[in-house]
């Protein structure tokens, strides 16, 4: 099983990024996938989830990111991206994917996200 996120870098403010999680070696398509993140000194916080199964998947986001990230899924080619327009300094972080369905739960390495001039 592995979740491999790509995409992170050094952006200005303004700027947009757009990260991807790849998954294998489970059923990509049943499962929740969520993004998560970790500023610098701060705990891992929930930044938006988009659901799995047989229905139109469904997004959620933490309001902190509403109205500038969105998440999406192509579970034909098993990854997941976020798009992160008009990005802050206060979205700078480690953002991790995290995949869930039932009681299994895989999380990736992590990419590091950093919005600086």
């Known amino acids: 099983v592995q979740l491999v996120e790509s995409g992170g870098g050094l952006v200005q403010p303004g700027g947009s990024l757009k990260l991807s999680c790849a998954g294998s070696?489970?059923?990509?398509?049943?499962?929740?996938i969520s993004w998560y993140r970790q500023p610098p000194g701060k705990e891992r916080e929930l930044v938006a989830s988009i659901s799995g199964g047989l229905s139109e998947p469904e997004a959620d986001y933490a309001d902190s990111v509403k109205g500038r990230f969105t998440l999406y899924r192509d579970n034909d080619v098993k990854k997941a991206y976020l798009q992160m327009n008009r990005l802050k300094p206060s979205d700078t972080a480690v953002y991790y994917c995290?995949?869930?369905?039932?009681?299994?739960?895989?999380w990736g390495q992590g990419t590091q996200v950093t919005v600086s001039s």
């Open positions: 995290n995949a869930k369905w039932m009681a299994n739960n895989y």
């Open positions: 070696g489970f059923t990509f398509s049943r499962y929740v």
